[in-house]
């Protein structure tokens, strides 16, 4: 497809925040942008003011008449879309060529140096972190973020004088495979997402065959450690990182001094001191780690490093604050996987040695809640008390005996309770807290603003 033939751009989901981002890219290129989500929130409220059309109704009637144009007219649609859905039929009954997001993202892509993260965790913060790293200096990139990056305010940056482009390379429905990237960071192989993949063995070998399609002489940045077998391509690069052993770069002296980390880097011919890191969390000196080594590997000088690394802000539902008090600490995060769980929460008693720590959690997916109840359980019996809510469903129908009670049964710790969301708000006006997390990747996030004025 040429896309410089295509006028108008039609997006069925376009309120996710991947195809938010390219919706975005597409809207500053000049072309017309519209596109359908089931319901408003505060990213397509943004979406429509600056200047593009979004619907909540699936109505084909409501789809602009410039959009019915199969000529001129590209429809990029999300996989958690329903094949039911009358927006979806309409375009395909009319013979339009439908996209998927990872198809309009990987031609977008095809044309500049681009840097792909990869991982079943930690991708999103490492992708937009490098992002920082390099449009602070004098090489600048483009971006195509999993999350709204909190110094921009947005999930895409452009620099039409730059020729690098950051994207997260998602792993789900095996997206990432129609990028080819130049450099890319693996950051975990672990088993999710088994309602596509079944077996963690098929989402090692599609993670082979990611790195397998980089461009000839790539530079790849593997967490050391992963037990996962890379393909044989002896013009790679292949470059390690850690904070728990020494690697091609690694961080060492690391300490927490007034609630924030300090740590040096230690690479290739290069040693940096940082004195402080201003997002929270010993998961996020690892993040760093790989940031700060795609950046130098990509010729962003060591003053450039340390002045911007430090003026990051972090990531929207990232361990994002929300309460930072005395008597109350509040921390929103997108958590959703128990190894991320285990990070987050295991950050979270690092940070606030001594102080009761009680996390609100939605399990996301029914499939995952099932694939993975003893290991959620593990993690979320770290916390001192755990409030549990309902599976939020996304794009999946119920499962028969999968609720959040079978990971509730087995979490462990001092105090647990089954709640739903009408329930919450309630529950919590009973309660006082010392640390309070709410963790999820559904529509938890909902509660972040009342519960930030209930304790505020």
């Known amino acids: 497809m040429d896309l410089g033939k295509i006028h108008n751009v039609y997006f069925i989901g376009i309120g996710g925040i991947g195809m938010s981002a390219i919706a975005r890219y597409f809207n500053k290129m000049g072309k017309h942008v519209a596109g359908y989500d089931k319901v408003s929130k505060p990213l397509t409220n943004e979406l429509i003011h600056e200047g593009i059309l979004v619907h909540f109704d699936d109505d084909v009637q409501q789809i602009p008449s410039q959009f019915k144009n199969k000529e001129n007219t590209l429809v990029v649609y999300t996989p958690a879309i329903p094949k039911n859905h009358k927006g979806m039929s309409f375009f395909m009954s009319q013979g339009f060529e439908l996209k998927k997001r990872s198809e309009v993202l990987g031609m977008l892509t095809a044309a500049n140096r681009s840097i792909a993260v990869a991982g079943t965790h930690g991708k999103t913060t490492v992708s937009t972190m490098i992002a920082h790293l390099m449009r602070q200096s004098r090489i600048g990139c483009n971006a195509f973020l999993g999350g709204i990056s909190k110094n921009y305010k947005t999930n895409l940056l452009v620099d039409p004088d730059s020729k690098y482009m950051v994207v997260e390379a998602d792993e789900f429905d095996r997206s990432f495979l129609k ?92 040693r940096m001191h940082f004195r402080h890191l201003t997002i929270p969390g010993l998961l996020n000196v690892e993040n760093a780690v790989a940031a700060i080594a795609i950046a130098y590997l990509s010729g962003v000088k060591d003053d450039e490093i340390a002045n911007s690394l430090e003026k990051f802000k972090g990531i929207q539902r990232r361990f994002d604050y929300q309460i930072l008090r005395d008597d109350l600490v509040y921390i929103d995060d997108y958590a959703h996987h128990p190894e991320e769980l285990k990070a987050v929460i295991s950050s979270t008693k690092e940070l606030f040695k001594g102080k009761k720590i009680t996390g609100i959690f939605q399990p996301h997916l029914f499939t995952r809640t099932r694939d993975f109840a003893t290991e959620f359980a593990e993690s979320l019996s770290l916390l001192d008390e755990l409030i549990l809510l309902d599976i939020y469903p996304a794009r999946e129908l119920p499962i028969a005996g999968v609720t959040s009670e079978i990971i509730f049964k087995n979490v462990t710790c001092k105090s647990k309770l089954l709640c739903s969301k009408s329930e919450l708000p309630g529950v919590l006006k009973t309660k006082k807290f010392e640390v309070l997390m709410t963790l999820g990747a559904g529509d938890i996030d909902e509660f972040v603003e009342p519960i930030k004025k209930m304790f505020s």
């Open 179 to 270: 990028l080819f990237p130049q450099k890319a960071v693996v950051t975990a192989v672990d088993a999710d997402h088994l309602d596509i993949y079944e077996t963690k063995a098929n989402v090692e070998e599609s993670f082979r065959q990611f790195i397998q399609q980089m461009n000839t002489g790539g530079t790849l940045l593997i967490k050391q450690g992963l037990k996962f077998k890379l393909p044989e391509r002896n013009d790679l690069k292949v470059y390690t990182y850690s904070i728990k052993e020494k690697a091609d770069f690694f961080a060492e002296n690391i300490r927490i001094e007034n609630g924030l980390y300090r740590f040096d880097f230690v690479g290739i011919d290069i």
